[in-house]
């Protein structure tokens, strides 16, 4: 039996739970397709899944919800072999094994094929982190090109995603971020940002007199409160990240929370936003150079205890991305 290296992790915990073993190269049915996975991104969601707190996941698993890489086999004759393709969502790694691994089995239904020659450290920082910035703020948001946005979260890899889309898109781009380090400014003005905030948890103070159209929420409900009050009547907050790792809002009162003509929306993104995401579109933006995507730390897969270490640290400034070979 043909055999691959995986990811596991046995029981809920921190980085250290997570182990390289030799597991069995899946077998596609028809409607799968088998990828020999390239490169995957680590994300936010993967962490809390490896703390144990996404409801219903089974242990052992191999975690990611995401992956890129080249087709192996695919049964019903949707792709090639060799064929470049990322998928993500769907229930991967959580319902069913997912990209932390060397090869990866999921639905042809949920697979996009990718035109593309970056490297494979750019491609696999890509479908999961597009798809959210993407589809926050035009699903979500309904950006125009004459909003204000605001990122709260800036120096997230989706943050930095979605400040470079929007700058793009015509829009006057804020950002947030709790460290006064010249780095971290730095970092968020190559991805567009025009405007710094340093965040002390009252951001609306420092904004009252020059609100926004739009507030990208993605520290979560640690800072929703005081994001409600950064936007303009009829402005729109979307939720999309918990990077706070603060779930619930305590003594949630809407009437006194959202302001009058305030709208609170939210943003998860699953298979059906993926497959809309026009990653190649978004390609071809960085390889031209036009959409800054900021890759902070590329790992391999035999150091991916690491890996989440640093994500737990949130000391990447950038996607954070592991490669296979």
């Known amino acids: 039996m043909a055999t691959m290296k995986a990811a596991v992790i046995r029981e809920p915990g921190g980085p250290e739970k997570l182990k390289v073993e030799t597991l069995p190269i899946p077998t596609p049915n028809d409607g799968e397709v088998l990828i020999r996975v390239k490169a995957f991104g680590i994300n936010r969601s993967e962490l809390f899944t490896r703390q144990g707190h996404s409801p219903g996941v089974q242990f052992p698993r191999v975690l990611g919800i995401e992956a890129t890489g080249v087709v192996e086999k695919c049964p019903g004759g949707q792709f090639k072999a060799g064929q470049k393709v990322a998928t993500a969502m769907g229930g991967m790694g959580r319902d069913f094994n997912g990209g932390y691994a060397e090869y990866t089995c999921v639905k042809a239904s949920n697979t996009q094929a990718l035109e593309t020659d970056l490297d494979w450290s750019i491609v696999g920082a890509v479908p999961e982190m597009l798809q959210t910035a993407h589809g926050s703020l035009f699903k979500a948001m309904q950006i125009t090109p004459k909003d204000r946005v605001l990122v709260r979260g800036g120096t997230t890899s989706v943050g930095l995603a979605a400040a470079a889309i929007a700058k793009n898109h015509g829009c006057f781009v804020a950002g947030t971020t709790r460290s006064s380090n010249q780095a971290s400014a730095d970092v968020m003005r190559k991805s567009g940002v025009d405007q710094v905030i340093i965040d002390d948890g009252n951001v609306a103070e420092k904004v009252k007199n020059e609100k926004f159209d739009k507030v990208l929420e993605l520290i979560g409900t640690a800072t929703l409160r005081d994001s409600l009050q950064c936007v303009v009547q009829h402005g729109i907050v979307c939720m999309t990240g918990i990077v706070g790792n603060k779930w619930t809002i305590d003594d949630f009162n809407p009437m ?13 993104g699953g298979p059906t936003e993926f497959m809309e995401t026009p990653l190649n579109d978004l390609l071809k933006q960085i390889e031209k150079g036009t959409l800054p995507v900021q890759v902070g730390k590329v790992y391999k897969l035999d150091d991916i205890a690491q ?10 400034r950038g996607k954070i991305v592991v490669l296979t070979e």
Do not use: F, Q, R
């Open 256 to 268: 006194e929370v959202i302001p009058p003509a305030v709208y609170l929306t939210g943003y998860s």
């Open 307 to 316: 890996a989440h270490e640093t994500m737990d640290k949130n000391a990447a």
